[in-house]
């Protein structure tokens, strides 16, 4: 379709050099293929071309002192790509390889993440190539004030409501909140995911982990299956990863494996959820110290990993749960997850396989949950958030839980649904993007060009 064709090369052209984001915007706009041909009137509103191009992006110079007293310099983005449906939504994320094309790419899978949870948030991302690790309290700190004294004019409870992503967890948020308020003297819930006793949510920092869980649920039993007595692998040992395990033990399911940058860790027994936590959360050091509690485990170096893939994905399990960053799971990962008899595959990082990978799930008939549904339940607790913030309220950990695992259901429903009309009922990566996209496609003829 030369529509799809044209509107990707002028992507190239104006945005050059920015491949993450190619990938996610053509991996949706394949997908409305079908669509577009039942619907001329989204290409007489130019809605593909719009929404494809960021209503604002925002790019500054981020300046600090270190503990030595050298000023250090990095760049900060916050990418508001579509408010047609509420307020920007989306993470900071803090990490070496944030730059143009990876906050754009987040900011563009936000747009149809947060559509497909029924709630009022538009899709917004933002970050830095500032690397926490090895940096001390203080440090962190004063980045984040840093940070802050630039993003604070262009955010609000009702224009953009930032949140946590790599590199950004309590800590960060802790300090990116407070120099908010120190600025602007109000005390409101402009960022999301901050602590429990000044403006947080019961069950935000599980939401993304436990979401994603409750997605393969949705997909297992929608087969006939249970997630009880599954065997999971899990990559990641970051929130997402943490609460994964913590949920699949919940429902009877054995998580077996855990990753991070230097090592994969296979315990063929269960991973020991308080010792990952411990690692992780208290002392935020290696898994290779995992070893030291647990001999009968497995450490896998990275420089030991396969040259086309990840360790994590080679090992044998019946669900697989992507949980660290982008295009973690290769097309000979995927082969092998395939080999190794994994027939679920739930992302609870965004676009977490390549698309030749996706490509393999798909003609595979597996189910797979691509990261925009699988992971949304991290978002739609920030807007829970919001929601209590606004009302000055805190809500009960089963009243979120259950908000939350009512989400994931009705996502699925969308998406499942979605496919069938359009002749691919086990497409649920076609059926995410056009869902999400006829919900934002349509607020935006409504609310005329602009």
Known sequence: MPYVHDTLERLRKSSPAQFEFYQAAEEVLECLRPLLDRTPRYHGHSIVERIVEPERQIMFRVCWTDDTGRVQVNKGYRVQFNSALGPYKGGLRFHPSVNSGIIKFLGFEQIFKNALTGLPIGGGKGGSDFDPKGKSDGEIMRFCQSFMSELYRHIGPTIDVPAGDIGVGAREIGYLYGQHKRLTTRYEGVLTGKGLSWGGSIGRKEATGYGAVYFAQNMLEARGEAIEGKTCLVSGAGNVAIHTVEKLYHLGALPVT?????????????????????????????????????????????????????????IKGDVAFPSATQNEVTEADAIALLQNGVHCISEGSNMSSTAEAVDRFLEAGIAYGPGKAANAGGVATSQLEMAQNSTMQQWTLDKVDTKLQAIMADIHHQCASTAAEFDAPTNLVLGANIAGFRKVADAMIDQGVV
Request: with cysteine.
């Open 258 to 314: 855990c990753s991070d940058s230097r090592g994969t860790i296979h315990h063929p027994e269960g991973i020991d959820l308080d010792t990952l936590k411990r690692l992780k959360e208290v002392k935020r050091t290696s898994l290779r110290e995992y070893i030291e509690h647990h001999p009968e485990a497995h450490y896998i170096d990275a420089v030991d990993y396969p040259a086309d893939g990840h360790a994590v994905w080679r």
